[in-house]
């Protein structure tokens, strides 16, 4: 079953296997009857000149079509009625093709909209007590009580407690997923059923603006913007268009001038068959299709221009806890060191660990369950910040901290402490292992500070990732592991993974000037990540891609959340977006291509009877320059409607090299398009030509 639909949804097509690897563009895309059909009506609305204004070319072609049926009305003929037909019916095929792309997020869409229904939520009043007000009704900052058996009333961020959350109608993934404060995990989806225990949950979006809010707006097309390349080749075609308008605006005159009079209606056939429609009808629906093929991949692209620079990306960077690994750091072990009394050492790790609300601090607090440490007096919390790496806390006369080796060894220097000799190889032990080491650190009184031990926090690297990177690497793809982790600990991880590069230490000023490093190198940068310390390099790479387990600010940030929060997902993501370029340049040469040969069947049929020697161009033998004229113009309508399944499925897409894949294409499209409507006219002629008056 597709992703954003978990109950069968009538009009989505036959793709069951939306989440296999590697198969863009050979998924089979419905392209029925009932698709058709229920986007007829939008179609139709579509073919109003002010929604054609966005595409000029289908505007030039509803002009010609008014101006046709002008002509027919006063001056009826079988060849104006049949011009007039299917130039109606080209503008409606070009409307079609769009609609029917929109037409698949629709339905996404309706399934989405379950979850905005209004439920009761519990707030909490400042006093603690809770209040039943409705969940249309919560505001950023509210804090509400969601328990086993409710749905979460809003988007927000876990501040209490941890639980179970069932999100498959959002990420059609049927296994529960950990929701837990403070840590990369905190972030919870309005709608999403609570499974098991209690959280409270600080809103963090305001009504009409939350997440499920853009996923409709964005599977139902009405936030898409026009990427720059599709502006470009947008103005291009506009271009085209008026070029041959002022043409065949002039042949008019010449016609008459050399005694071969043209009437209005052969000139708008021939405009229509010069002008680039195939390419100018599909245009948006290629579009809408690879913003599509995302979405049934789990991925939400919140732009298209997010997608084109997929199809180029150089350089991947990926965060390594909860983005390589799974993210659920669980400390496994405490070690002492510098002759440090192990128990002594317990009390204070759990000391510096009692009011740390991170997935670190809460599951060192379990291992330690039975140190039981005294309470210190005034204590006041150092909270945990990517800058500092550190946390712990500070009472009358006793200082605690734990952290990164790197920065809880300055600290200790810094004021005046020295570091055992044996703090060094344990740090060293954990990380060989893969681990992340926290120093733990105490200043009693006055004295220089003292390093107590080493905390082990152990990682898993996500399964199969190995595999995926290799194939990112054969794609042409770099990829780095950026972490706030020792060097040690990153490299082994990196070699587990099968990462490129690492960057170790690293604090959210370094990953975001690394990102700008590579793209003032002129490279193409992709990030994923999760933390919202990860969130200013999010926002600054080419393609941000945030893990839906992340925080609300990261997801904010990125311009695509990957609803797996799978980040070889990126694998699928270039390939998408390398295919809608493709797809796009093989329609335009097709477009193009096949302009040029209408030509050879229209020029001859208009000026054989004034200029006889015409007559070695007239290589397609039409059968009178009536039929010949109206199989151009059918020929030019339905070359549209046989090219949508192209048009939204894309072309196949296999990895190698952007050159060759271009030479490719140019070759298949260029002289496809050259051959087919000297086929296709001929054929149609040989049928309209037993139409009594053509
Ligand atoms: N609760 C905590 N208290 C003290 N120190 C911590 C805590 N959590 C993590 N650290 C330390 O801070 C370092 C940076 O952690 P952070 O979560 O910011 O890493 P990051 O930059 O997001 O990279 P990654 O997610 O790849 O680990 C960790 O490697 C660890 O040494
Ligand atoms: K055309
Ligand atoms: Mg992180």
Sequence with gaps: MTALSPSPAPSRDGDDHPRRAGTVGGTPVGFGRRQLLAALPDAFRKLSPVALLATPVMLVVEIGAVATTVLSIIDPSTLGWMVTVWLWLTVLFGTLAESVAEGRGKAQAASLRALQAETDARRLRPDGTE?????????????????????????????????????SAVTGESAPVIRESGGDRSAVTGGTEVLSDRIVVRITAE????????????????ERQRTPNEIALNVLLASLTAIFVAVVGSLYFVADYSDAHQSVLVLTALLVCLIPT????????IGI???????????????GRAVEAAGDVDVLLLDKTGTITYGNRRASEVVAVGGTVQRYLEEATVLASLADETPEGRS?????????????????????????????????????????????????????GTVPDDLAPAVQRVSELGGTPLVVADRVGTDAPRVLGVVHLKDVVKEGIRERFEELRAMGIRTVMITGDNAVTARVIAAEAGVDDVLAEATPEDKLALIRSEQRGGRMVAMCGDGTNDAPALAQADVGVAMNTGTMAAKEAGNMVDLDSDPTKLIEVVEIGKQLLITRGALTTFSVANDVAKYFAILPAMFVGTFPQLDVLNIMRLSSPASAITSAVVFNALIIVGLIPLALRGVAYRPSSASSLLRRNLLIYGV?????????????DLVISLIPGL
């Design 364 to 416: 060192i607090v379990e291992l330690l369950e039975g140190v039981q440490p005294e309470p210190l007096a005034d204590a006041v919390l150092v909270e945990f910040s990517a800058a500092t790496r550190m946390s712990g806390l500070d009472a009358a006369g006793r200082q605690v901290r734990k952290g990164a080796a790197s920065a809880v060894e300055a600290w200790v220097r810094a004021e005046g």
């Design 278 to 285: 195939t390419i100018g009808a599909l245009l948006s629906a």
């Design 289 to 303: 299709a690879g913003m599509d093929r995302l979405v049934r991949r789990n991925v939400l692209a919140m732009s």
């Design 672 to 684: 496809g398009g050259l051959i087919a409507p000297f086929l296709g006219i001929k054929l149609l």
């Design 207 to 222: 009504p009409g603006h939350s997440f499920v809010d853009r996923m409709i707006a964005l599977v139902e097309g009405s």
């Design 131 to 167: 209040e039943h007000v409705p969940s249309t009704s919560l505001h950023q900052g509210d804090l509400v009580v969601v328990e086993a058996g409710e749905r979460i009333p809003g988007d927000g961020d876990v501040v209490e407690g941890v639980a179970s959350v069932d999100e």
